[in-house]
């Protein structure tokens, strides 16, 4: 005969496995649990500076001498396979029409300097001076990427941009500036 003490623990036990017994044996249906989201595309673009350098009027860059060549970039990281991108370079804060131009600081005079697409339209493509197609907002001077089937998060795809400042022009001494906007559209 079993000892209360174990008749009682026992009987609990038996209780707890029949009413187990009874849910398993109840019945049983299911339903599908959908689970979603999207992905819209989206891309960001940041900038480093075209830095000329010094500019000399008198000697290096007179009429007769050379062109003042500087290279910057855009970085462009959009989502994984994004399609139908291009870049935009505005003409800057001091154009005259067409033309671009950098401010003196000083004394408000102007440097007119010009930016061009690299020789390829892919990622790191060196620049030639001076540029053959001319960066801008419209027509043929957006650029647009190629070479960038493995676009994504984790892969920023840099693409350099070429300036050129023309020479003989009749700077005054100064330090010359200008702000281009960078638009990428997508």
């Not at 000329?52 to 970039?73: I, M």
Request: charged share 10%.
């Amino acid at each position: 005969m079993l000892s209360r003490r174990l008749a009682r623990p026992l009987g609990i036990a038996l209780a707890v496995s029949a009413a187990l017994s009874f849910n398993a044996v109840a019945g049983e249906t299911t339903s599908v649990l959908a689970v979603t989201a999207s992905v819209a595309q989206n891309c960001l673009i940041s900038t480093n500076a075209v830095a000329f350098g010094s500019y000399d009027p008198v000697v290096t860059n007179n009429a007769s001498g050379a062109a003042l060549n500087g290279t910057g970039s855009v970085t462009v990281t959009c989502t994984r396979s994004s399609t139908g991108v291009t870049i935009a370079l505005g003409l800057g804060s001091h154009a005259a029409g067409s033309t671009r131009r950098m401010t003196g600081g000083a004394t408000g005079a102007y440097l007119a300097y010009e930016l061009y697409q690299p020789s390829a339209a892919t990622p790191a493509a060196t620049c030639t001076f001076p540029g053959a197609t001319v960066w801008n907002a419209a027509g043929s001077g957006l650029f647009t990427p190629s070479g960038v089937a493995d676009w994504g998060a984790a892969s920023p795809k840099t693409f350099n941009v070429c300036g050129t400042v023309p020479r003989g022009q009749d700077a005054a001494a100064d330090s010359y500036t200008d702000s281009v906007i960078a638009t990428i559209n997508f």
